[in-house]
C-alpha cells in the first residue's frame, strides 16, 4: 500500500517561491500518475498538476508558468516549484497518487503567502 509524506509548505511573502516535497513508500512509484492539489478554506479542492507515469504534465490555468511539478523515480518523490507565489495560492496542498482506480492521498502541508 502506497503512504505518502508531504514537506516543504510555510509561510512565503508575495512573490516569493516555495517547494514542497512529496515522498513515497510502499509501492512501485514509477506506476503511478502523481498530482498536487489544494484546497483553501470554503472551497472545493482543486489540481494545481500533474505528473503522469508516462512523463506528461499538466498545471492547473491558474498556475501555469509560476509552478513546477517534477518527479524522481529513483528517490519516489515529486515534487512542486512555486515561483511567484500570490496571496490566492493560500491553501492546504495535497500529494495524490492514483493508478487505475486505486487513488491515496498524503495528509497535507499548509502554504500560506502573506506579507
Known amino acids: 500500500q502506497v503512504q505518502l509524506v508531504e514537506s516543504g509548505g510555510g509561510l512565503v511573502q508575495p512573490g516569493g517561491s516555495l517547494r514542497l516535497s512529496c515522498a513515497a513508500s510502499g509501492g512501485i512509484f514509477n506506476m503511478y500518475n502523481m498530482g498536487w492539489y489544494r484546497q483553501a478554506p470554503g472551497k472545493q479542492r482543486e489540481l494545481v498538476a500533474a505528473?503522469?507515469?508516462?512523463?506528461?504534465?499538466n498545471y492547473g490555468d491558474s498556475v501555469k508558468g509560476r509552478f513546477t511539478i517534477s518527479r524522481d523515480n529513483a528517490k519516489n518523490t515529486v515534487y512542486l516549484q512555486m515561483n511567484s507565489l500570490k496571496p490566492e495560492d493560500t491553501a492546504v496542498y495535497y500529494c495524490n497518487a492514483a493508478r487505475w482506480t486505486f487513488s491515496v492521498w498524503g495528509q497535507g502541508t499548509q502554504v500560506t503567502v502573506s506579507s
Open positions: 505528473s503522469t507515469n508516462g512523463g506528461t504534465t
